[in-house]
């Protein structure tokens, strides 16, 4: 792989900020095509990670509108010392009506932690304070304000501080864009339709802010990736492991109920492994596992999900299929490239498949025990066949 060198005074031991930021910049530009498309849009993201991504972001919004439902009240008092009497009671009922929007976010928003849900949450995040800056700002703006030019001057510091409030989000860059550039059109409505000198250069300075908070959404983005992809992974195999599968079957019910339709869950099972195991040792076992997972990988559609269940179990999910269509598609994928022993010979899987909307299951590990109870019958009456009853 090509490594990006940079210069020498970058990578010094006496110069540990410049040393950080080489540091982030080789992250990224040694990133794999794949994880660069994947910090660029979230298309190509797997529905489980989709699902913890969301609820963090959540998390992270109702965080926020909690601290600045506290802190948006805080000027009332100071507003009314330096501010006109008509004036000041205006923008202190926007400060109210600030704190009371961000208190019901906080605290009366609860929706399902999906991308739309998160995206959504976080666009009143911030928009209620930008609307807040549009609304002070025709006030002041107009206004003379005998001596209190300076108090007037802060209330520029609040997009300054949106716009880096992007960066404490997890997002891809098209994300991170729509955002910005939603900021930046609202924070130059004053200087289109009043014509203030001032805001020209701190638009400069906002984009430059942007830049920054862009860069750090993208650098949570992928940090949460790597420890997803850590805690989710079967080391041997590089399917998802028995505790992400779980989760995953949790979202993938909850969806098949909430919005109906069939989902189908295999138990495979490899013939005749512990005697790989016995004859060849462990270590052909493991390649044996290896091979296995990854022609079931490759065969499965984009949607489905492989999971190593545990030992030579694997749990195959494939939504929006029936189980006569999930068998069928099973026996086409291990009769295409038969996976080989240590000996030569082709290795043989069985298998039992369970359908949520054809079969009686209150949970998904209903319908995992149902499909182990028919593997387990084909593993007692011959071997190398999936069945469906």
Known sequence: MMRFLYPQTLRTPGNPRAAAVSRSMESFLLLAPGEWRDLVSSLHHPSLFQHERARFILSRVHIMAALLAILAPFRIAV???????????????????????????????????????????????????????????????????????????????????????????????????????????????????WEDPRILPELVDLVLVASVATLAAMSQLQGMNRLFVQSTTDP???????????????????????????????????????RINDQWGHKAGDRVLQDVAQLLRTGVRMGDAVIRWGGEEFVVVMPYVNSVQAQARLQTILGERAVRGPDGQAIGMSGGIAELQAESGNSWDDLVKLADDRMYRVKTSGRGRIVTE
């Open 236 to 274: 041997l195999t590089g399917l998802f492991n028995r505790r992400a599968g779980e989760n995953l079957l949790t979202l993938l019910f909850a969806q098949a109920q909430r919005h109906p339709h069939a989902l189908s869950i295999a138990l495979l099972d490899v013939d005749n492994f512990k």
């Open 79 to 193: 507003d009314e010392l330096l501010l006109p009497h008509p004036l000041f009671i205006l923008i202190d009922s926007g400060r109210v009506l600030v704190a009371a929007a961000f208190v019901i976010l906080a605290f009366f928003c609860k929706c399902s932690p999906t991308q739309r849900h998160a995206r959504l949450a976080m666009v009143i995040l911030f928009l209620i304070p930008a609307l807040f800056f549009l609304f002070s700002h025709v006030l002041l703006a107009r206004t003379p304000l005998q001596g209190a030019a300076e108090y007037f001057d802060r209330y520029t510091y609040l997009p300054f501080i949106l716009m880096a409030s992007i960066g404490v989000f997890p997002m891809v860059l098209l994300e991170t864009l729509a955002f910005t550039f939603s900021l930046l059109v609202v924070f130059a409505l004053p200087l289109w339709l």
